[in-house]
């Protein structure tokens, strides 16, 4: 059975920083690109980060270049998002995702396992 499972998030104020960690089971980590997507209240599910497996290629939304980090450790099977200098706007409800793509596209619908989310509030 596959499980992620989202932790770190919290109530931080602007111009903080947090790093949320999405533990994975169930699933050859190594084999699987991963992905961040947030849900920012009232609207849709958005792509944050991801990085691909096997070139461990990032890429990232292009409003959050330069904040936000996603890396992988394989030896723990995890993925991580580092996020830095946070706004009132980045508050949300962060999900971390895999699939086993070598390219997978930005596409929510395009990611097979979902985590349940963490909450991150950033006071102004």
């Known amino acids: 059975q596959v499980q992620l499972a989202e932790s770190g998030g919290g109530l931080v104020q602007a111009g903080g920083s947090l790093k949320l960690n999405c533990a994975t089971s169930?699933?050859?980590?190594?084999?699987?690109?991963m992905a961040w997507f947030r849900q920012l209240p009232g609207k849709d599910r958005e792509f944050v980060a991801m990085q691909t497996k096997g070139d461990e290629r990032t890429e990232y939304a292009d409003s959050l270049k330069g904040r936000f980090t996603i890396s992988r450790d394989s030896a723990k099977n995890a993925v991580y998002l580092q996020m830095n200098s946070l706004k009132p706007e980045d508050t949300a409800v962060y999900y971390c995702?895999?699939?086993?793509?070598?390219?997978?596209?930005?596409?929510?619908?395009?990611?097979?396992?979902w985590g349940q989310g963490t909450q991150v509030t950033v006071s102004s």
């Open positions: 169930g699933l050859p980590f190594s084999t699987y690109s």
């Open positions: 995702a895999a699939e086993n793509s070598m390219w997978p596209s930005r596409a929510m619908y395009n990611w097979s396992y």
